[in-house]
């Protein structure tokens, strides 16, 4: 009995059933599968699939879903990001990890808060909490519509604009929830920029 039983084993008749099988569901799951759902999203949703790229004059600016480090008092200023060792770095996504009582938190925000501050001395406006945290992921695209009306004087005075036409753009810009439903209103600080800088200046006096 054990003999036949290890003539078996020794011809292949349980080891090649096992590497035919092995092959088979290697080339299943990491061939064919991955590319046919690659595949599927290139069809489907071409440009998610291609990282939501924000493309200007045949040029990638950016990405829908990554934001960016503003810091010209001219454009929109987006969330602070955790990422490190750069700003709003996609290979490093995460947030700070600090809790809300703990000092080094309670003294960035009081930094961010002095920054924008001085950066419009003139506003007395409360500082909306999104642009003086960083989200969980250190790469929100996204501000909330009051830290975007929060900038809209610092812009326009800035720019040389009016006011009421820096606030129709970030009306225009407002992604409202999924639905009606899922989600908060925001704004896309890279799109609004975009639509900014398409602005034509207003002539020299």
Known sequence: MSNNNSDDIGSGGVLRPAIVLFALLGALTGLVYPLAVTGAARALFPSQAAGSLVVVGGRAVGSALIGQNFVDPKHFWGRPSATAPQPYDARASGG???????????????ARVAALRAADPGNAAPVPVDLVTASASGLDPHISPAAAHYQAARVARVRGLPLAQVEALIARHT??????????????VLALNLAL????APPAR
């Open 96 to 110: 700070s990890n600090l809790g809300p009582l703990n000092p080094a938190l309670v003294d960035a925000v009081r």
């Open 175 to 188: 992604e409202v929830p999924l639905g009606g439903l899922l989600g908060e209103p925001r704004v896309n």
């Open 197 to 200: 800088d398409g602005v034509p």
